[in-house]
T-cell receptor, first 116, second 116 residues
Framework: ETGVTQTPRHLVMGMTNKKSLKCEQHLGHNAMYWYKQSAKKPLELMFV???????ENNSVPSRFSPECPNSSHLFLHLHTLQPEDSALYLC???????????????FGEGSRLTVL | EDQVTQSPEALRLQEGESSSLNCSYT??????LFWYRQDPGKGPEFLFTLYSAGEEKEKERLKATLTKKESFLHITAPKPEDSATYLC?????????????????FGKGTKLSVKP
């Protein structure tokens, strides 16, 4: 496989469930990102891992918990979500830059999350 | 407040009818401007990076230009396969007591439809 792969592509969960989103990149990058995309709103950065260390979380609610076990894998653990958390969650990767984020991102196809 | 505004929100063209999309920004500490293409149900695909006013980049029927306050994505003789949402993003980098930090701010996008 090549590029950035996200699983599952679609997820429906209740507010009391616990689930995880998975992302894997085969591009040799050393930075990975989670973005949230809601209808009629710009992409929102949630988390950044550069060289496997978290560098940004943008005040995301604690019901979202990221995990980056190595430079190729990224997880987003979900628990006690709210209906307003329903959105497309996009994973991206890039080469790490010493001055913060890199704008040349390679995105996966996203995980469409619906919270009932 | 740092802001990225894209216009129009939606654009319908006939095949072969050239036009331009606009991305204006009010930010400080700009370190780059990026264009992405997003097809329905897919993640954004990186197109161009522009770093300084006067810079231009081309790819097939697309040409991106940058001034001090805005960027244009010119589409020459578009085809139906150019139909997509085009996203603009600006990379900001700033220095504080914690060192260098950055953020990539996206606009809401322009949805382009090209009819045969």
């Amino acid at each position: 496989e090549t590029g950035v792969t996200q699983t599952p592509r679609h997820l429906v969960m209740g507010m009391t469930n616990k689930k995880s989103l998975k992302c894997e990149q085969h591009l040799g990058h050393n930075a990975m990102y989670w973005y949230k995309q809601s209808a009629k709103k710009p992409l929102e950065l949630m988390f950044v891992y550069s060289l496997e260390e978290r560098v940004e979380n943008n005040s995301v609610p604690s019901r979202f918990s990221p995990e980056c076990p190595n430079s190729s894998h990224l997880f987003l653990h979900l628990h006690t979500l709210q209906p307003e958390d329903s959105a497309l969650y996009l994973c991206a990767s890039s080469h790490a830059h010493t001055q913060g984020l890199n704008g040349e991102l390679f995105f996966g196809e996203g995980s469409r999350l619906t919270v009932l | 407040e740092d802001q990225v505004t894209q216009s129009p929100e939606a654009l319908r063209l006939q095949e072969g009818e050239s036009s331009s999309l606009n991305c204006s920004y009010t930010v400080s500490g700009l370190r780059g401007l990026f264009w992405y293409r997003q097809d329905p149900g897919k993640g954004p695909e990186f197109l161009f990076t522009l770093y300084s006013a006067g810079e231009e980049k081309e790819k097939e029927r697309l040409k991106a230009t940058l001034t001090k306050k805005e960027s244009f994505l010119h589409i020459t003789a578009p085809k139906p396969e150019d139909s997509a949402t085009y996203l603009c993003a600006v990379l900001l980098v700033w220095v504080n007591y914690g060192g260098s930090q950055g953020n990539l701010i996206f606009g809401k996008g322009t949805k382009l439809s090209v009819k045969p």
